[in-house]
């Protein structure tokens, strides 16, 4: 449970239907938000009577202006875009060196991984009220990282998650420039165990691995304890900031 008196009455989760989002959505609904918009390409909701299904397509910003303007009326207190990709559809993994890469798995990455999340936070933050406190988070990576990258690879999911870890950045700059207390920010989950990190568990330390329910816990709790001064920064599921 998070903090006492920052727990959202209304909240919006892009991305409902993955391990993480599914989470997000039904513990923020068993522990009290009103409402939680549950948004996922087939439209389809979380376990939940306060749960609010919307559908969307991160390619297609038609969709996701839509799904804003329905909100309009009631801006959610939480936006958080639990989408992304790190295996393509047609099984193309990360990149292990610079030979593989392709300029159209590139392409399809970073629309999923970066364009996508900031037009939602184009058409998300244009609804925030400047009087009242808001939070809007992505899920980033500890590899989006620049400075703390020793080993290279995974050449299209870091830059993805490297950019957007900057448009977060200057999100911030710009909204808190009207918005003093609203809070822009990337969460890294950890390892969470999900059809994402599926195929890359098999070699992970014992302990590692994290099942969804407790990652959401774990990013709900840092989300309840940030304010406007941790604006613009990337934090970890143990609330510790990531290098830029």
């Given at each position: 449970?998070?903090?006492?008196g920052?727990w ?38 979380p ?17 996701i ?29 990360p990149?292990?060196t610079?030979k ?10 970073l ?6 999340p900031?037009i ?40 993805s ?15 808190g420039?009207?918005?003093?207390d ?6 890294h989950?950890?390892?969470?165990d ?16 994290t ?25 970890d599921?143990?609330?510790a900031?990531?290098?830029?």
């Amino acid at each position: 449970m998070t903090e006492a008196g920052k727990w959202p009455r209304t909240a919006a989760v892009f991305g409902s239907t993955g391990g993480i989002g599914t989470a997000l959505c039904e513990r923020l609904a068993a522990n009290g938000c009103e409402i939680v918009h549950a948004g996922s390409r087939c439209g389809e909701k979380p376990s939940g009577t306060n749960i609010r299904p919307f559908a969307f397509d991160l390619t297609e910003e038609a969709s996701i202006e839509a799904a804003a303007n329905a909100m309009r009326d009631d801006p959610p207190a939480w936006v958080i875009v639990a989408s992304g990709v790190l295996t393509l559809e047609d099984g193309t993994g990360p990149e292990r060196t610079y030979k593989r890469l392709d300029p159209r798995a590139m392409e399809r990455v970073l629309a999923l991984n970066t364009i996508g999340p900031a037009i939602i936070a184009k058409h998300m933050l244009a609804l925030m009220p400047r009087d009242r406190a808001f939070t809007f988070a992505a899920l980033s990576a500890r590899v989006g990282s620049i400075s703390d990258n020793g080993l290279g690879g995974w050449h299209s999911y870091r830059a993805s998650k490297a950019a957007l870890n900057m448009l977060l950045k200057n999100f911030a700059l710009e909204i808190g420039r009207t918005h003093k207390d609203g809070v822009v920010v990337g969460l890294h989950p950890g390892t969470v165990d999900s059809a994402l990190s599926e195929p890359f568990q098999s070699n992970l330390p014992d302990g590692q691995l994290t099942e969804p329910d407790e990652a959401a816990e774990n990013l709900l709790g840092v989300l309840a304890g940030l304010d406007a001064d941790d604006s613009g920064k990337v934090f970890d599921f143990a609330g510790a900031e990531v290098p830029a």
